[in-house]
Nanobody, 119 residues
Framework: QLAESGGGLVPPGGSLRLSCAAN????????FEWFRQAPGKEREMIAC????????IYVDAVKGRFTISRDNAKNTVDLQMTNLKPEDTAVYYC??????????????WGQGTQVTVSS
């Protein structure tokens, strides 16, 4: 079971850290992903981390501003977001892929957390 936390309202230029708790598993063979879905838009993958080699992938829109990482002590996968923009407003979802592939059709999904960037 995946559970996101850390969403909220933040002004433009601000920062926010999302956390995804991977309850019930400590697998080091998954790919963990963060997706987002803005109103009226399709869900998109924005960041992915492969557990075994630590490789990360980012979509261009967040590259250099967002960082995905794994906290093994807390068993979470976090998304540190900086220099937030109004266009980052969306529901953010974490997901896990059992084949360690960064792809839209992940196997495990959290319930989502709202991030709103507005002054």
């Amino acid at each position: 079971q995946l559970a996101e936390s850390g969403g909220g309202l933040v002004p433009p230029g601000g920062s926010l850290r999302l956390s995804c708790a991977a309850n019930g598993t400590r697998s080091n063979h998954y790919a963990f992903e963060w997706f987002r879905q803005a109103p009226g838009k399709e869900r998109e993958m924005i960041a992915c981390l492969k557990s075994r080699n630590g490789m990360t992938i980012y979509v261009d829109a967040v590259k250099g501003r967002f960082t995905i990482s794994r906290d093994n002590a807390k068993n979470t996968v976090d998304l540190q977001m900086t220099n937030l923009k109004p266009e980052d407003t969306a529901v953010y979802y974490c997901a896990a892929d059992f084949l360690e592939i960064c792809r839209p059709d992940a196997d495990w999904w959290g319930q989502g957390t709202q991030v709103t960037v507005s002054s």
